[in-house]
């Protein structure tokens, strides 16, 4: 097993779900989430409180798969981030390099419908936006095998500060950025050079690299970083590690309850069996096992897979002379 740093974002996520009162609408050729009159008191059928956030979604994947796990992220001390630390505590990693800031712990309201499974997402950063007293030294203390980092909103310099460490270190490194890293591209691609694997949905990679296809923007991605993995939703996903090329299908086709978490949970899944020395390409279907199972749940964690999870074949095509 390996030593694994989780840094990012964490968050309280209150679902409100229902069957109804959240059911899409058309105005003006747009979709709006909802029916719900101004002014009015709606009954909802439940609401649930979890913990959120890439960063502790990702540890928390890693830690069930039976890694060492140290988060790294920004909380501030009141009752949601007590219900974050309990979170961690409950799943055994190190939340000793957690910093504590003013602001109040970062909060999400997800209102999701029942029959579609679809949501809309209002979320309160807080805490989980400021990550300026994170300290890249403190890598030196962990001395982690891989990092593993998700979007930090957007402060381009503290990831190249961790990033910059790491490579100097030794430790690999695992980035699946947010939509204010892909708002600064040319700090994002100088990023990439203290990248080992790269995680992006299509939208993103076509954000970062010109292409229409997932083949070609893999392949130009692949200018950037050793190992590559693009996801398409039900469209499955691609990925390379210079040595080979997969084309992933879903790993099955699951009733989705909640969406929420499904890109963490494939690319946390995948680095998870990775670490262990598995080949590519087991480490693939992992992630697209854990991203199965996370989407059947309410909540980013309750479907997260254990490493003793028994999986069943999956759609998988070796590509030839892509690169």
């Known amino acids: 097993m390996a030593r694994i740093v989780s840094l990012g974002s964490a968050l309280q996520d209150i679902y409100l779900i229902d069957r ?18 101004i002014g009015t008191k709606v009954d909802i059928d439940r609401a649930s409180y979890e913990v959120g956030g890439g960063g502790t979604n990702s540890a928390v994947s890693f830690a069930r798969y039976g890694h060492e796990v140290i988060y790294m992220g920004s909380l501030s001390r009141d ?37 579609k499974g679809e949501r809309t997402i209002l979320t309160h950063r807080g805490a989980a936006g400021k990550f300026d007293g994170l300290n890249a030294d403190d890598l030196e203390l962990i001395n982690p095998d891989w990092m593993y980092a998700t ?33 600064q591209l040319p ?42 993995i693009i996801t398409d939703g039900a469209m499955g996903s691609i990925a390379t590690n210079h040595e080979e090329v997969w084309r992933l299908g879903v790993y099955e086709q699951v009733r989705m309850r909640d969406a929420t978490g499904a890109g963490d949970a494939f690319g946390a899944g995948f680095l998870a069996k990775y670490a262990d020395g598995a080949k590519f390409v087991d480490a693939l279907q992992f992630g697209a096992a854990n991203a199965a199972s ?27 002379d892509l690169l």
């Open 79 to 115: 009752p949601a981030g007590e219900a974050v630390l309990a979170c961690l505590d409950d799943e055994n990693i190190d939340s000793s390099y957690v910093e504590f800031v003013r602001g109040g712990t970062g909060c999400s309201v997800i209102l999701l419908d029942v029959k």
């Open 187 to 228: 700090k994002l691609i100088g990023l990439l050079s203290d990248v080992d694997v790269l995680l992006v949905n299509k939208r993103e990679a076509a954000q970062i690299v010109p292409g229409v296809v997932l083949s070609e923007l893999l392949a130009r991605l692949a200018n950037y970083c050793q190992t590559v």
């Open 20 to 37: 109804d009162d959240f059911v899409g609408s058309k105005v003006a050729g747009n979709s709006i989430f909802g029916e719900l009159v």
């Open 151 to 183: 979007s930090l909103r957007g402060d381009m310099y503290k990831l190249l500060e961790f990033f910059e460490k790491a490579h100097q270190l030794g430790i690999k490194v695992m980035f699946n950025p947010g939509e204010c890293e892909l708002e």
């Open 294 to 320: 996370v989407v059947q749940k309410y909540g980013a964690k309750a479907g997260i897979l254990t490493n003793d999870a028994k999986l069943h074949p999956m759609v998988m095509q070796k590509i030839e």
